[in-house]
């Protein structure tokens, strides 16, 4: 499985852009980008996922460059209540894949 | 539609006790997983079934953790004797049959004093 390297904390200001970029070179051609979002006290919710180029939804985008080996995160214009941790996943798209977690970012938004 | 359903939320118990969570996952979902989170980690995977087969135990603790889902549908986690480093919260998810977004329930927090 590809390992994912993210940044342990981010702080932002509310109605900043905020970009979380996740390494993973050692991706396979099968294997897509998955992003999660936790709250304190909750599991983890899915936001976003793609395989390549750029998706968008009403919640973020997610840009991946064409070697795929990297991907950004982008939370538009970001209030108090997108304080969370994010976590990237690499993985098969089929149900019933492995869902690994890393130790996700800690993304902090100030007033 | 309904999410996945945890019980209990929170569980206090004295280390060698035993202690058992219960998920009932999202209705049609064959795929269920368990994962143990520990204050500051991310959560990490305990088993993952395929209907009422285990997929991966790797990094289940056999000698103390045990799990089932006999009827592939509820599943329950069971930890026997507990130790204090099994203070954590116990998330269970489960996915489609079609797509891997995975839905998770609020979590079953565990102290063991």
């Known amino acids: 499985l590809a390992k994912t390297t993210q940044p342990i904390s981010m702080d932002s200001y509310e109605g900043q852009e905020v970009n979380i970029t996740c390494s993973h070179n050692?991706?396979?051609?099968?294997?897509?980008i998955t992003w999660y979002q936790q709250f304190p006290s909750q599991g983890p919710r899915f936001i976003i996922q793609g395989y390549k180029t750029k998706v968008t939804n009403e919640v973020a985008s997610l840009f991946i460059p064409a070697d795929r080996k990297s991907s950004t995160l982008s939370l538009p214009r970001v209030s108090l209540s997108d304080t969370a941790v994010y976590y990237c996943l690499v993985g098969g798209q089929a149900a019933g894949n492995k869902l690994t977690f890393g130790g996700g970012t800690r993304v902090l938004v100030k007033p | 539609e309904a999410g996945v359903a945890q019980s209990p939320r929170y569980k206090i118990i004295e280390k060698r006790q035993s202690v058992a969570f219960w998920c009932n996952p999202i209705s049609g979902h064959a795929t269920l997983y368990w994962y143990q989170q520990i204050l500051g980690q991310g959560p990490k995977l305990l088993i993952q079934f395929q209907n009422n087969g285990v997929v991966d135990d790797s990094q289940l603790p056999k000698d103390r953790f045990s799990a089932e889902r006999l009827k592939g549908v509820d599943s329950t986690l069971k930890i026997q004797p507990a130790k204090l480093e099994d203070s954590a919260v116990y998330l269970c998810?489960?996915?489609?049959?079609?797509?891997?977004?995975?839905?998770f329930g609020q979590g079953t927090r565990l102290t063991v004093v």
């Open positions: 050692n991706i396979a051609t099968n294997d897509y």
């Open positions: 998810a489960s996915t489609s049959p079609v797509f891997s977004e995975a839905f």
